[in-house]
């Protein structure tokens, strides 16, 4: 797994309009790079409507939201029309930044092994370095706040981290 401090890997992949997507292009920008399973699921689905109803704030923060998952790019572009997402996707059906980012790992399920995505986000800075890493990503998680429980969002985490880090 990439560690804050670590070189981004380079990449290179089609986005949901078969348009290549290079991370040479992004050099300059913060980039919010996160890894999911499959579209239409439900934990994705929730983490790319999370992702896309925050859009704007991370416009306004001048970062770039770059979904990848190893579906294709058909399968991006009816995952963004059937859920109105306004975020990109890149798919990655060889698993080749899967394997780079080191989130390609072996998973369990209901007793049985076997390799998959590990839902992670990368906050990558403008010198294309790995600046935040979250890893085993749980979407919405309840967190005890003075004694109430409170929804806490992923996407509500990576912005307030992104903003942090430009702040500095």
């Not at 770059?66 to 060889?94: C, N, W």
């Not at 294309?128 to 309840?142: E, F, S």
């Amino acid at each position: 797994m990439l560690e804050v401090g670590n070189k981004a890997p380079d990449f290179c992949a089609k986005n949901q309009d078969d348009i290549e997507i290079c991370s040479r292009d992004l050099k300059g920008k913060w980039v919010v790079l996160y890894f999911y399973p499959k579209d239409l699921t439900p934990g994705c689905t929730t983490q790319a409507c999370d992702f896309t109803d925050q859009h704007m704030q991370f416009d306004d923060l001048d970062a770039m939201i770059l979904g990848v998952s190893p579906d294709s790019t058909k399968k991006h572009r009816d995952f963004i029309e059937k859920k109105d997402l306004t975020i990109t996707l890149l798919s990655d059906e060889t698993k080749k930044m899967c394997e780079d980012y080191g989130v390609w790992q072996l998973k369990q399920f209901m007793g049985k092994e076997f390799m998959g995505v590990v839902r992670t986000t990368f906050i990558i800075n403008p010198e294309g370095n790995i600046a935040a890493v979250w890893d085993k990503v749980n979407v919405r998680k309840k967190k005890s706040v003075k004694g109430e429980k409170i929804e806490v969002l992923h996407v509500s985490e990576v912005k307030e981290k992104l903003a942090e880090l430009q702040a500095k």
